[in-house]
């Protein structure tokens, strides 16, 4: 029998750390983080991480593993996050897997996709795409010939959209169609808990908490990335830091950079929306739901 584990997912701004932590403290657990940019060291106050007060209280894994430079592949996550995982169960502890990258927790759930090596020729041909015509040509490109995969990343996720054309021009199928045909053995069984709101109050809530990162100081955390790495993948990627990274580039002047933050996070949270659904057997509540949550998890962990 496969140990049982949570597993809680949504949208940006739904309140799944403090959720999390909840949980944690009630039920015994500890809390592996599976966002994609609070993995990385320094992106703090972009990535929403938690403040140290509750790290301290709470065990928190997978939190500040990278340096901002480094590129890390998906498999390398789950296998680490998967190990981390055990380790939690060795200590009696309940593991609580958290965080809002989708494609994380779809391996997690469904088995990591073995899709054919790096082809460094396709790779090279699509960096010189790139240069020429920018991501955003690539991601179109990526539309055509795969548009459930491009529903689920950004335009600006170059690393993604490249592997997932990669996959295509290897093997003439789409990494979707190969990740749904390619049966994994999973190594728990998932309590999968779904976290939404209301449309206006998510977007109202976005709003508000791009408002408190630039107040709280988003500007400089990008300033002393860049000036550490400034070949980060987190500021390439993540938003927040790559709007930041415009702005003082002085491509764009601050109300675009403000506007362009709430506006690329909304379109976020609306692709998690849509990924997550996706998903078979989650359970979805408000946040607010925080003791109907606790209920169904006892539930769950006590069933055979």
């Given at each position: 029998m496969k140990n049982k584990v949570v597993a809680i997912v949504g949208p940006t701004a739904t309140g799944k750390t403090e959720i999390a932590v909840d949980i944690a403290k009630k039920l015994n657990g500890a809390i592996v983080n599976l966002d994609s940019v609070q993995i990385y060291k320094m992106a703090d106050i972009g990535s929403a991480k938690p403040s140290k007060k509750i790290i301290e209280i709470i065990p928190h894994y997978l939190i500040d593993q990278f340096e901002p430079n480094e590129k890390v592949d998906m498999k390398r996550i789950i296998e680490i996050a998967t190990e981390i995982g055990k380790k939690i169960i060795d200590e009696n502890k309940l593991p609580i897997y958290v965080g809002g990258t989708g494609l994380y927790f779809k391996a997690l759930f469904y088995g990591i996709f073995d899709g054919p090596s790096k082809n460094q020729e396709i790779r090279d041909r699509l960096k010189k795409i790139k240069e020429e015509k920018g991501s955003k040509y690539l991601y179109q490109e990526l539309q055509k010939v795969d548009p459930e995969t491009a529903s689920r990343i950004s335009e600006n996720d170059y690393i993604r959209i490249e592997r997932a054309l990669e996959v295509y021009y290897t093997t003439g199928k789409t990494i979707s169609y190969l990740q749904k045909n390619q049966k994994k053995e999973i190594e728990f069984d998932f309590i999968k808990i779904g976290l939404n709101i209301d449309r206006k109050e998510l977007y109202e809530r976005i709003?508000?908490?791009?408002?408190?990162?630039?107040?709280?100081?988003?500007?400089?955390?990008?300033?002393?990335?860049?000036?550490?790495?400034?070949?980060?993948?987190?500021?390439?990627?993540?938003?927040?830091?790559?709007?930041?990274?415009?702005?003082?580039?002085?491509?764009?002047?601050?109300?675009?950079?403000?506007?362009?933050?709430?506006?690329?996070?909304?379109?976020?949270?609306?692709?998690?929306?849509?990924?997550?659904?996706?998903?078979?057997?989650?359970?979805?509540?408000?946040?607010?739901?925080?003791?109907n949550i606790i209920d169904f998890i006892r539930k769950k962990l006590s069933e055979n």
């Open positions: 709003e508000k908490r791009v408002d408190k990162m630039i107040e709280d100081g988003l500007i400089e955390e990008t300033k002393n990335i860049l000036k550490k790495y400034p070949d980060s993948m987190v500021i390439q990627t993540a938003i927040g830091y790559k709007e930041v990274k415009d702005f003082l580039d002085n491509k764009i002047d601050y109300e675009k950079m403000v506007y362009l933050i709430k506006r690329n996070t909304r379109r976020f949270a609306k692709r998690q929306l849509t990924l997550f659904r996706a998903i078979d057997g989650i359970k979805w509540f408000k946040p607010s739901d925080v003791d």
